[in-house]
């Protein structure tokens, strides 16, 4: 009886399937609602920019926001660097968590923590589209979007108590979209001294992770913990305005501040020798400090005079006295043609000691060789009065950051008068009908300033400074800045090019000490020159 009933049950149930199958495939087929109307199609041009972002979450920022530009050439270098780029990153991983792998694992008692292998995957980030910010500070602003979804491989082996478990990080994305301030730009290469990253939103972090061969990731409710309390945890870090900071240089290294005046006083030259057939020479000295951009002081010409005085007093800014020398040089005089040098010497700042005055009797030698033999014959003598005064230590910035701020004019300063300090940055879109070689000309109560000349540049930079020391504020007086642009060819068919010029009032500066901006060029089409102009006083 229970065997009947078994195979009874067994056909009812195919049966019953059966018979389902078939009356629900023909109520489908013939119950069909007629009230389903086709959807509205809207053009793309009718819709916001909040339902396109939603329609479209993969199109590329630079579609969807103007102020970002394409940045395809990055990513093509990144694609094709990213093997070489792989190795090196990795390399550098293991070689800095080595030490702090040793320093911490003797708290825990483990024996060892190593990677078994540790590499990034074959696919590189790429960059969206990139954010470039222009400020009149020292420093370059960027803000990429980035996107990588990766196929890393990083399995880091624990032993400890004589077992091994290995962890495996796999399957990684990162959507991020950081703010990277390169700051400040120094004359020193790599050019910035500092790198500064924030992120402007929660990052996006998603990845595998298996232990022991296991995925974690698979436990409900532990997904969704680690990836909030990894966004969490970023964003409390480096969210805006927090930020990460990595120094690249040395600022007092990279960008050196002045840190005293050297004064000269050149006295008198003995015995040197005739370069003139006809009649004695025409001597003058030039002075230059060496690592330093601004021009050589000269003196006085002395004409026909093998035995000159001069009695005249320079002063130099000095920004390190330990590596800085002072370069003095001879030359002959020529109405045409090339000066003759005469002989020269140097003194290294290091031998003075501060605050004292050294009377020194140098012998003027053919170049600085010491082993050349040519250094043996007379070549005269030149008597030289050396002072180095450094600046008091309030008086100096206390860190790199404060470079903007402005020194005390150093001692022997005029009473009631200071120093004049015009820094020339940098010109953007200058261009010349003939060429564009630009430099800049300075002109400021009769004394005339020129920085170095940058070929073929429509948007020069010369981070130049120039000092002029006055007897008082010069509340109504201007400075007449202009670029120009010379041939560098010789002949006349291109003469010199005024490319465009500025009157700059120095009321302001005098009140406020120090104006950093950047001045439209008259009569330039889109020309601008960014100046820095301090006024520094004993007080």
């Given at each position: ?66 102020d970002y530009d394409r940045v395809d050439w990055l990513n093509k270098f990144l694609e094709l660097m990213w093997p070489y780029l792989d190795k090196a990153i990795c390399r550098t ?45 020292k420093e370059l602003m960027m803000e990429p979007y980035l996107k990588w979804a990766s196929n890393p491989n990083v399995t880091v082996a624990v032993k400890a108590f004589g077992l ?376």
């Amino acid at each position: 009886m229970g065997f009947l009933s078994s195979i009874l049950g067994f056909c009812g149930f195919g049966v019953g399937v059966s018979a389902g199958l078939v009356i629900g495939y023909f109520m489908f087929i013939y119950f069909q609602p007629n009230d389903v109307k086709d959807p509205v199609i809207r053009p793309l041009v009718e819709r916001d920019t909040q339902s396109l972002q939603q329609l479209l979450p993969e199109i590329p920022i630079w579609v969807k926001c103007p102020d970002y530009d394409r940045v395809d050439w990055l990513n093509k270098f990144l694609e094709l660097m990213w093997p070489y780029l792989d190795k090196a990153i990795c390399r550098t991983a293991k070689n800095v968590a080595a030490p702090i792998i040793a320093e911490q694992i003797p708290k825990y008692k483990i024996d060892s923590v190593e990677f078994e292998t540790l590499t990034l995957g074959s696919l590189p980030p790429t960059f969206q589209g990139m954010k470039v910010y222009v400020t009149d500070e020292k420093e370059l602003m960027m803000e990429p979007y980035l996107k990588w979804a990766s196929n890393p491989n990083v399995t880091v082996a624990v032993k400890a108590f004589g077992l091994k478990a290995t962890v495996q990080v796999i399957d990684l994305q990162i959507f991020a979209a950081p703010r990277i301030t390169l700051k400040p730009l120094v004359p020193s290469f790599p050019c910035f001294a500092k790198i500064f990253v924030s992120l402007m939103e929660k990052p996006h972090v998603d990845f595998g992770l298996k232990l022991l061969g296991a995925d974690l990731m698979s436990i409900p409710g532990l997904y969704r913990f680690v990836q909030e309390t990894i966004k969490d945890q970023v964003a409390n870090m480096y969210l805006w305005p927090k930020a990460l900071e990595v120094q690249i240089l040395d600022p007092s290294k990279a960008m050196k501040r002045p840190v005293g005046i050297l004064h000269v006083k050149i006295l008198r030259a003995m015995k040197l020798r005739k370069k003139d057939l006809l009649g004695a020479s025409d001597p003058y000295v030039k002075l230059k400090l060496t690592e330093s951009k601004l021009p050589s002081k000269k003196t006085t010409v002395k004409h026909s005079n093998l035995n000159p005085e001069w009695n005249e007093e320079f002063s130099m800014v000095v920004k390190d006295p330990e590596s800085q020398a002072l370069e003095i040089s001879v030359y002959d005089w020529e109405q045409i043609g090339k000066h003759d040098k005469m002989g020269t010497n140097s003194v290294p700042l290091r031998d003075l000691t501060p605050d004292e005055s050294k009377t020194m009797t140098l012998d003027l030698l053919k170049n600085m060789d010491l082993n050349d033999v040519q250094n043996d014959k007379q070549r005269g003598q030149i008597v030289v009065e050396l002072t180095y005064k450094p600046f008091k230590e309030e008086d100096l910035p206390k860190d790199f950051e404060e470079a903007g701020t402005v020194l005390k004019a150093p001692e022997g300063t005029p009473p009631g008068g200071g120093v004049l300090v015009v820094i020339v940055h940098q010109a953007e879109d200058v261009e010349g009908k003939n060429h564009t070689n630009p430099y800049v000309r300075i002109i400021f109560k009769g004394e005339e300033r020129k920085t170095k000349q940058v070929k073929k540049n429509r948007d020069p930079r010369w981070e130049e400074e120039f000092s002029f020391v006055l007897e008082e504020p010069p509340v109504n007086d201007k400075l007449h800045v202009e670029v120009i642009s010379t041939s560098t060819r010789i002949g006349l068919l291109h003469p010199k090019e005024v490319l465009g010029y500025i009157d700059i009032s120095l009321s302001d500066v005098v009140h406020n000490t120090r104006i950093n901006e950047k001045y439209h060029l008259i009569d330039s089409k889109n020309g601008r020159i960014q100046v820095e102009l301090q006024w520094r006083t004993a007080k």
